[in-house]
């Protein structure tokens, strides 16, 4: 296979903030790949939140680090050109990829670096492969992190109450499914229309609407205190008087996926005061490994991501703007071949 060269379509913006009217159409050389990385070719990327929150400007000046910028983290395509030095890789090789904070996944080829990029089997098409590097390990991550093993339930670890907010979202969703094949008891979070997603294909036991009372004090129906908490909700919502009511009295921990300054200083008090109930930050870097774990979960259909809804690469800046929305059920996905 010869390796491509001339141009291509790509996705970009080119100053902070403009939301989806900031996303321009573009042709762009075909990136090559350096030492260490390999050439995509792109046939699908999911849109994370992070993705338009680095549009607003959140983490400036650092990213994006220069204009224009082509988002797009996670990566899912087919190989066309490996770097010096890639033997793990060879054209043809079908792959995700996971490239924070490069971006490139809005374009029709992109480069990664082969240290976090694994092969993605038959089974899990691209859809499915572009939605899991940041949301599905974050949701491995973040239980982990929380104490929640995933072993097989029928292992001797004890199994664990678990509260999953916005379990409807992009972390969440994945977060659920991760905590029940744990064996799990898991309580959920989300919107009145996603009640019977969030207990019928997630599989959680049981499932309280945000906008209600118990919803916001996150009481259990079945009078359940939690052990762990995956914090996927928006982090302001939530004060942690709640969180310390809902937790188990012998103690518990809470993930905040959405860490603000005050969530560092809650838990540096909490650390110092020896605290039974904490408030853990986590901020998430995939690993070859966990990208490798999640994919053989959905290779063996233990696993599934959920999509909302999928957009060509020429319609890219209506799934920004419903990954923007905040109401997502699932993830957003850009498929390159898409239909118009
Ligand atoms: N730390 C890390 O490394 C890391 C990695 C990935 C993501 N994140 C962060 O994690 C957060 C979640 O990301 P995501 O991709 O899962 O978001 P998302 O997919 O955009 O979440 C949307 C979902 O959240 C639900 N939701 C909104 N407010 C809620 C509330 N108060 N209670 C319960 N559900 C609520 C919505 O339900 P309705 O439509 O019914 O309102 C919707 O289904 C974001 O802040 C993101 O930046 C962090």
């Known amino acids: 296979m010869a390796a491509p060269t ?36 792109m046939e699908a990327t999911s849109i994370n939140q992070v993705d338009w929150k680095f549009q607003k400007g959140v983490a400036r000046p650092v990213m994006p680090r220069k204009f224009p910028f082509v988002s797009g983290f996670d990566l899912a395509g087919e190989v066309v050109e490996v770097g010096a030095g890639v033997t793990e890789f060879k054209a043809g090789d079908k792959v995700i990829a996971f490239n924070f904070p490069k971006g490139g996944g809005l374009a029709e080829y992109a480069v990664a670096s082969a240290s976090l990029t694994v092969a993605r089997p038959p089974e899990v098409s691209a859809a499915q492969g572009a939605c899991l590097p940041m949301a599905a390990v ?13 072993d097989d339930p029928a292992a001797a670890s004890p199994r664990k109450n678990v509260l999953v907010t916005a379990a409807s979202g992009g972390v969440g969703h994945f977060a659920v499914q ?67 009511r809902a937790l188990a009295d012998a103690g518990g921990k809470v993930v905040d996926i959405t860490p603000g300054f005050a969530a560092f200083v809650t838990a540096i008090l909490q650390m110092a005061t020896f605290s039974k109930k904490r408030l853990v930050p986590l901020i998430v870097t995939p690993t070859k490994e966990d990208m490798e774990l999640v994919v053989d979960l959905v290779k063996q259909g233990r696993l599934a991501a959920v999509i909302d809804s999928s957009y060509p690469l020429s319609r890219a800046q209506e799934g920004w703007a419903r990954s923007m929305s905040g109401h997502a059920t699932g993830k957003v996905v850009v498929e390159m071949g898409g239909s118009e």
């Not at 009217?21 to 050439?39: M, R, T, W, Y």
């Not at 799990?184 to 229309?193: F, S």
């Open 6 to 41: 001339g141009t291509m379509r790509a996705v970009q913006y080119d100053r902070y903030g403009g939301g989806a009217q900031g996303l321009k159409h573009v042709e762009v050389p075909i990136p090559s790949p350096k030492k260490g990385e390999v050439l995509i070719r």
């Open 178 to 244: 991760l905590a029940r094949l744990g064996g799990h008891r898991v309580t959920a979070t989300c919107g009145a229309r996603n009640l019977g997603l969030v207990r019928d294909k997630l599989g959680a036991d049981e499932a309280l609407d945000y906008g209600t009372h118990e919803g916001a004090a996150l009481r259990s129906p079945s009078g359940r205190k939690y052990d762990a908490v995956v914090h996927c909700a928006p982090a302001a919502g939530v004060p942690w008087s709640v969180f310390r």
């Open 138 to 150: 974050t949701a491995l991550r973040s239980l982990q992190a929380a104490g929640v093993t995933l």
